[in-house]
Structure formats: C-alpha cells, structure tokens
C-alpha cells in the first residue's frame, strides 16, 4: 500500500510542478508540487524496504544438555507468511 502511496504523491506532486500553468496569489504551486514529489519518493523508498524485510525467516538453533545428561536440541522456525491480494 505504502508503495502505491509514494507513486500517487510523486504523480499529483509532478502534474502540480509541471502541467499547471495556475498562479495562486496564496500559494506556490511548483513548490507544493515538489514538495510531493519528495515525500512521494522517500514513501516509495520506506515501501519497497518494509516489503522487503517481511520476506526475512529466522531460524534458532539451541543445543544444551539436560539434567540426566541427555543431548538436546531445539529447531526454531519463524517465518512470515505470503499476503494473498
């Protein structure tokens, strides 16, 4: 979703910046454009890294002995799972 933000604020911000010929007496426009168009980029790049670290597993391995002197080991598996659309 995060993605999908950043590609929307970077396209109202450019079509603000570039394709509106406006001069509001209140308010620069290409300045609010790129303005959009930067926060569109650094949401776009915090997207792109929070998808990636959601495909991340862990895995834990501990060995120990236990009071009658027996091996033991324990396997921890931790991933997440897909997102279906």
Same mark, same amino acid.
């Given at each position: 979703?995060?993605? &999908?933000? $950043?590609?929307?604020? #970077?396209?109202? *911000?450019? !079509? +603000? /910046? ?19 168009? &930067?926060? $569109?980029?650094?949401? #776009?790049?915090? *997207?792109? !890294? +929070? /998808? ?34």
């Amino acid at each position: 979703m995060s993605i &999908g933000t $950043g590609i929307f604020l #970077f396209v109202v *911000g450019a !079509v +603000l /910046a570039f394709a509106l010929n406006l001069e509001v007496s209140w308010i620069d426009l290409d300045l609010v454009g790129y303005l959009l168009m &930067g926060a $569109g980029a650094i949401v #776009f790049i915090i *997207g792109i !890294v +929070l /998808a990636a670290r959601k495909r991340e597993s862990t895995t834990t391995v501990r060995s120990g002995v236990n009071e009658n002197d027996e091996n033991i080991t324990q396997r921890r598996t931790s991933t997440t799972p897909d997102e279906t659309l």
